[in-house]
């Protein structure tokens, strides 16, 4: 009997317990809703790059917790885009020398005639040299931005290199302003003459006479190398100005995403406009006799210009008889 | 040497920012600061979770893959700290963060950024441990007395756990085992590249 009873007690607590196991279950879950991060990870969209709540502080952008995406701008910014800038510029110059090496410097193959013509006036030479200084500055302190803890920090000391580089964000930020004045004032005046036309394909065709020696193709005040210069700095630098305000003043930007992506297209627009701007110092000074008077006094010598802009010197003496632009030095 | 980690059990956390409060004192932050802040996911809904967050001193810290002027190091705790002195307040750092932890105090005209300040897992920074430059610039050196940070110290529910990795997710994981329930290290995917595994 005592088994008996002992047994019916075991039985009749299994059954209760097999009954009540599963309601108990039910009640006691915490955790059925609960938030984990690895569902929070896997609802990430697009658009919303943020695991994101609410905060109890002003600063409404503390309630993103986490933002994984950030990471791949980092690494971007970190790596590529350093590699790229190196690149562009470094390749650039080690193509010039080999150009120069070449090709050497290009003359004026019928000597210098002493007879002058005026070709860039003195709102030209401002708007011109304007533009110049500030974006070898920019430049300067921009790539300073991209590859200088690799470059000068090691030879400076992070002291002196933290300092440096204060100014050069300072000097970015503010001498961008003169570079976007300069930068409207050179389209306003060179644009007339800078539209492309067939005359630029024949050029083209004949490597604008930059191979070989005797080759002038045609061309009118400017050749389609010039042009494609004038339409870099125009395009690449409206395209620097507004990545550049953009990324001045961030709260223009929607979110922070949008300000990556101004970065990106900024670091790498201003890349290739140095590279560019390498090739045109180079054409500008040491790579043919003669040009560097375009932009310094102003006026060039009469066979440089027919030799170049044969066209543009059939144009001006048609204009204004044989005497005027066209200025013999005093003997 | 240890690997310095916090870990916030959000099973635990109450939200009551006594973590945010304690940093903002214990370092007198700058106005406008919070190098620790808590979040609140799914508020108002069944599941609700806060998460107490600050810098997560990352391994290969994107804040350092960016930074134009090389200022942050990382100590032998791994702890990731930044030189004020060489900072130039970019903001590059805030745009690489994962966690939102870079900040900068307002101090010049056009709401220019200052110097870029953020959560030093009570450590200091370059200057000498516990010397009088070192905390106006960053606030107590709690490690270099032998104490780990004060917002886990003073957690009143122990949702904030600081101090080597290994043993904290030792902590969690006997604890998600205990109660049967856990919705992660808060993180550490990110920070670290791996998840405690319970």
């Known amino acids: 009997m005592r088994y008996l009873s002992q047994f019916m007690i075991a039985i009749a607590v299994l059954v209760f317990m097999g009954q009540a196991a599963p309601v108990a279950v039910a009640q006691v879950n915490p955790t059925a809703n609960s938030v984990t991060e690895d569902s929070m990870f896997e609802a990430l969209t697009g658009d919303e790059n943020a695991v994101a709540g609410r905060v109890s502080i002003p600063d409404r952008s503390a309630g993103n917790l ?18 790229l800038s190196i690149i562009a510029v470094v390749g650039m110059v080690v193509l010039l020398a080999l150009f120069y090496m070449i090709r050497g410097r290009i003359r004026v193959e019928s000597g210098f005639s002493g007879r002058k013509i005026l070709r860039f006036g003195a709102i030209d030479r401002f708007a011109h040299w304007t533009m110049a200084a500030t974006f070898i500055i920019l430049a300067l302190t921009g790539l300073n931005l991209i590859v200088g803890s690799t470059v000068v920090l090691p030879i400076i000391g992070e002291g002196a290199f933290g300092t440096l580089t204060a100014f050069g964000k300072l000097a970015h930020n503010y001498l961008a302003w003169p570079f976007m004045v300069a930068l409207v004032l050179v389209f306003i005046l060179w644009v007339i003459d800078n539209i492309p036309n067939k005359l630029d394909l024949e050029w083209i065709k004949q490597g604008g006479g930059l191979l070989k020696k005797g080759v002038h193709p045609p061309a009118k005040k400017f050749n389609a190398g010039q042009k494609v210069i004038f339409w870099s700095v125009i395009l690449g630098g409206a395209g620097l100005s507004f990545t550049g ?4 003043f961030p709260g223009m930007t929607a979110t922070p995403a949008d300000w990556q992506l101004y970065q990106m297209i900024h670091a790498l627009i201003a890349a290739g406009l140095t590279a560019i701007i390498v090739a045109h110092i180079y054409i500008g000074s040491v790579g043919m006799e003669g040009a560097f008077d375009a932009m310094g006094t102003g006026e060039v010598d009469e066979n440089w210009a027919k030799e170049h802009h044969g066209l543009w010197v059939d ?10 632009p066209i200025s013999t030095p005093a003997e | 040497m240890a690997r310095m980690k916090f870990l916030c059990d959000a099973d635990r956390c109450i939200e009551c920012n006594a973590c945010v409060t304690a940093c903002k004192n214990e370092h007198e932050v700058p106005w406008g600061i919070n190098r620790r802040r808590v979040v609140t996911l799914n508020d108002g809904l069944p599941g609700e979770r806060s998460v107490s967050m600050a810098c997560m001193h990352c391994t290969d810290a994107p804040c350092a893959a960016v930074c134009p002027v090389d200022c942050f190091y990382t100590t032998d705790d791994a702890v990731v700290l930044h030189n004020k002195d060489t900072c130039i307040g970019c903001g590059y750092c805030s745009y690489a963060c994962p966690f939102g932890a870079p900040q900068y105090p307002q101090t010049a005209n056009f709401g220019t950024r200052g110097k870029m300040d953020k959560c030093t897992y009570c450590s200091g920074g370059p200057e000498p441990d516990m010397s009088q430059a070192e905390y106006v610039k960053y606030g107590a050196n709690r490690l270099a007395e032998g104490k780990l940070p004060l917002c886990a110290e003073m957690c009143s529910t122990k949702a904030l756990l600081a101090g080597d990795g290994d043993i904290i997710a030792d902590i969690y994981r006997e604890r998600v085992v205990t109660r049967g329930y856990g919705s992660g290290a808060w993180g550490w995917r990110t920070a670290y590249g791996e998840t405690v595994t319970v």
């Open chain 1, 66 to 83: 986490i933002k994984p995406e950030n990471k791949s701008w980092a690494a971007f910014q970190g790596g590529t885009v350093q590699t």
């Open chain 1, 245 to 248: 305000v953009m990324m001045l």
């Open chain 1, 315 to 324: 144009e001006v003496k048609a204009k204004s008889g044989k005497t005027s």
